[in-house]
């Protein structure tokens, strides 16, 4: 390598404490998820291209792999490396329901790769997290209002700004749509879903000119995309528009569930939104998706839904409730803005070192502290100690450590940020809790406008 | 999906129990890297396809991506699925020289992969743990020392056979070859590297045919390739073949210094092995190989060496040492022969679920275990008591928890593996130590060779 090489576009790397900030924030969602019984499965990063192409939708998007020392045929491996999770995790139950105890409740936070033109907040690499709980042949419905809550917990724990999770049930949809006597549910859901990008007075012209709708069709499926609230009061805001259906009662039963049981949570918000529909995708009830606050152009950021038919081995059915939350797409955006750690090492302590000669009683310190779980490293090289206290500074170590001069002394431990130097017994000395970890902070200097 | 997906030779994947071990090993090494100070990193799966063949004997095994949408003109990205960790580190240290702190000490803990053809220990998908300290224009020798005893020290405390790291010193091997007066010790090291797979008798053949050494020669180096010491005694035993050159005193300090730096690690032995050359990669000094006991078939798991120059950007240099497990190679062979978790599920209590109408009550005494940091799932059908209990064993959840029939009384929880049976109250009980993780476990039935 002779020239200093420069970043692939799409392919976002972090620094050492913007790592830290993602392994904390993994093992923070790897706890709520595993505290509510779920699994941590991985699936291999590659399935075969059939799989991967049976969605249309996103076949534009594979990488497809091929063995250089088969360049000369130009025959592919015929596997490319999945694009979500949700293909590989229904491949992966299919192939091993023999082995899996049903309901299978499992998390997975890995990779995906898509070839599209990377973005703000669309990356050709990145992490996605996903919780599903997926049946065998059935799947309760209370189900929905676990995964909702689970997932909604994990948010509320995170060093992100808060985030809502808006709830629909594609039933209320389809029931409403059906009650107006519209004929294709499927096309106005569709032009509904575009709500976001679109004002409304033209997707209302949409709903006419190409969803076959009449004015008052359009007019009526509006205002239930409007309603939007934080407990089960949408059910008589949509009994008022006077539209009647049997799945719609159903679909307003289901999503009251919902909203209700996910009441009380702390530091997240989960509200009823009728305008959710999930155009593209295939789920059958339940619809999630979510807004991270002062960063809504992030569009939702966490999103799932039931499917009735995750999975099918012609005999058994595997239906499904899940949501995948983008985790690159927030958590890279928010370090643009400054998110990171006030550390590049775990090190709590730089054990300083008098001379070279003496590294053995350094490492002999160090050895000590780590005796305790003391993360901690020993000066590389003997320079002053003002230079050793820098290299501590520069890496965001709180604490030097200086053994003693003379034999029956103690070491004396330096906390750089205020100054203050006391003798401790490195056997039996921690760190006060908040110094174990590097600390999560967010730089202000980007981050006025949020 | 219509039938069920077989399995894709050389991409194992892991059951949850078997994964949960797999998340408890890299927990472990992530532990004992960070007491250590070392950062955690990741790199993209990707690299430039030059980077990636400028070492020209793996460049077989790459898998080159290609975006579907190009098909047409069959022009690749440009990129490839890296095939190890280093390629990608020393990339990474380049790119962001300026804004690393030096010595950087980093461990990387991803999967690469290989196209090569898949066999016992040997996959086309798998995951390495890589510690590196590198270095910006220099890097002191301590650092061998450090990197050998935190890798020792990271293995012992895994849950495989006992590992041997031999190690040995370039410099040993060069200087006594130089000073038995051979001309290119290249040659001779690549010969000596294969003492594995073939016969002392035969290397002594073909170290006369094909390196050019003499008998004596020849006689001498396999006579050094024969020492192997617990502690520095292989420094008298090499003195006695009578042959000096001041490369060897050189090498013999260094290793002498990692061998004494190293004593003392309970659970892992580290050896002076004077045998291991690494033949074909670039190291200058220190190298390593590991064994682990009953599996020395799988070759070494654990390798790596002092590399004088990891990377250079022209101007600046950047020497390194460092050392790479093979995770995949050493568990997925090891769960082969039984190793798995007594759980498939993190849940250590299975709230039970009296009937449909107080799924309420059962998920408020979940809602309470959880607040103590206690895994749980609530049942998922009212079915009989018997039942929900087998739905625990099936999963290896110890506990099961009975609401309270009438209000004022307490639930009652069972240990479902010794039938015990009391009343606690969910918003204190914690459960013993031993039981708060799966804990790892053998299953006898293939292990008995072992």
Avoid at 349 to 354: E, I, K, R
Avoid at 407 to 426: F, W
Wanted: aromatic share 6%; hydrophobic share 40%.
């Amino acid at each position: 390598m002779a020239a200093k090489p420069t970043p692939l576009s799409g392919y976002p790397e972090l620094l050492p404490a913007q790592r830290f900030v993602e392994t904390q924030v993994i093992a923070e969602l790897s706890r709520v998820f595993e505290l509510h019984g779920f699994a941590n499965i991985e699936t291999r990063a590659v399935e075969p291209l059939d799989q991967l192409l049976s969605k249309g939708e996103t076949s534009k998007e594979v990488y497809v792999l091929r063995r250089l020392q088969e360049e000369e045929d130009g025959k592919d491996a015929g596997i490319g490396l999945h694009f979500d999770l949700t293909v590989p995790f229904a491949r992966y139950v299919l192939e091993n329901a023999g082995k899996l105890d049903f309901p299978f409740r499992r998390y997975q936070i890995q990779k995906v790769w898509r070839g599209e033109r990377p973005q703000q907040g669309r990356f050709r690499e990145f992490t996605q997290a996903d919780i599903d709980v997926v049946g065998q042949g059935e799947l309760p419905f209370h189900h929905d209002i676990e995964v909702a809550r689970v997932m909604a917990e994990a948010l509320a724990g995170l060093p992100i700004p808060r985030a809502t999770l808006q709830i629909n049930n594609r039933k209320i949809l389809e029931g409403f749509y059906r009650g107006l006597g519209i004929e294709d549910p499927e096309n106005v859901m569709r032009v509904v879903d575009k709500l976001d990008k679109i004002p409304a007075e033209k997707i209302a012209e949409l709903l006419v000119t190409d969803a076959g709708s009449s004015q008052d069709q359009a007019r009526a499926v509006l205002a239930l995309a409007e309603i939007r609230t934080t407990d089960s009061s949408f059910v008589a805001a949509v009994e008022a528009l006077g539209v009647s259906h049997p799945l719609l009662a159903e679909g307003l039963d289901e999503l009251a569930q919902v909203i209700d049981g996910c009441q009380g949570i702390d530091g997240a918000d989960v509200v009823a939104d009728l305008r959710i529909a999930r155009g593209l995708d295939y789920y059958t009830g339940t619809v999630f998706e979510t807004r991270l606050a002062g960063y809504e152009q992030l569009g939702s950021i966490c999103s799932g839904g039931r499917y009735d038919r995750l999975a099918s081995d012609g005999k058994t059915t595997y239906p499904g409730v899940g949501i995948s939350l983008g985790l690159s797409r927030v958590l890279v955006t928010l370090m643009g803005d400054g998110l990171t750690a006030d550390r590049s090492v775990p090190s709590v302590v730089l054990v300083a070192l008098a001379d070279e000669e003496t590294r053995a009683a350094s490492d002999a310190l160090a050895t000590q502290l780590r005796g305790n779980g003391v993360p901690c490293e020993v000066a590389p090289m003997a320079q002053k100690f003002g230079k050793q206290i820098r290299y501590a500074e520069r890496r965001g170590i709180p604490y030097v450590l200086f053994p003693a001069n003379e034999a029956g002394e103690q070491p004396q431990l330096k906390d750089i940020r205020s100054g203050d130097q006391v003798a401790i017994d490195p056997a039996t000395w921690t760190p006060p809790e908040h110094d174990v970890r590097p600390k999560v902070s967010t730089s202000s200097s980007n981050n006025e406008e949020k």
